[in-house]
């Protein structure tokens, strides 16, 4: 199982960005996708998480600004962020639970980080 993010860049204080992450390989269902960050000195933390169903969580920093979404016949989450603030700069993994074919349990999967930054 694979998961490839895309979407980071540049962008000036109260502009916006839209992450991707799309898993593939032998997947049977996906239970859990998400968005974490690290910043520079900083822990890794959560920006927002979503269920199969579409019950979405986030994290106070980002409420109101970030949206997070799912296509589970892409098996893909996006992260819309707007109104950015130098403070959302980090980069951003995605993360996802994934029952791979003729497996009973789920594991942990990562994607590689891609590069947020916002500055004038």
């Known amino acids: 199982v694979q998961l490839q993010a895309s979407g980071g860049g540049l962008v000036q204080p109260g502009g916006s960005l839209r992450l991707s992450c799309a898993a593939s390989?032998?997947?049977?269902?996906?239970?859990?996708m998400g968005w974490y960050r690290q910043a520079p000195g900083k822990q890794r933390e959560l920006v927002a998480a979503?269920?199969?169903?579409?019950?979405?969580n986030y994290a106070d920093s980002v409420k109101g600004r970030f949206t997070i979404s799912r296509d589970n016949a892409k098996n893909t989450v996006y992260l819309q962020m707007n109104s950015l603030e130098p403070e959302d700069t980090a980069v951003y993994s995605c993360n996802a639970l994934v029952l791979q074919r003729g497996t009973s349990s789920y594991d942990n999967y990562w994607g590689q980080g891609t590069q947020v930054t916002v500055s004038s």
């Open positions: 390989g032998s997947i049977f269902s996906i239970s859990v």
């Open positions: 979503i269920t199969r169903g579409g019950i979405a």
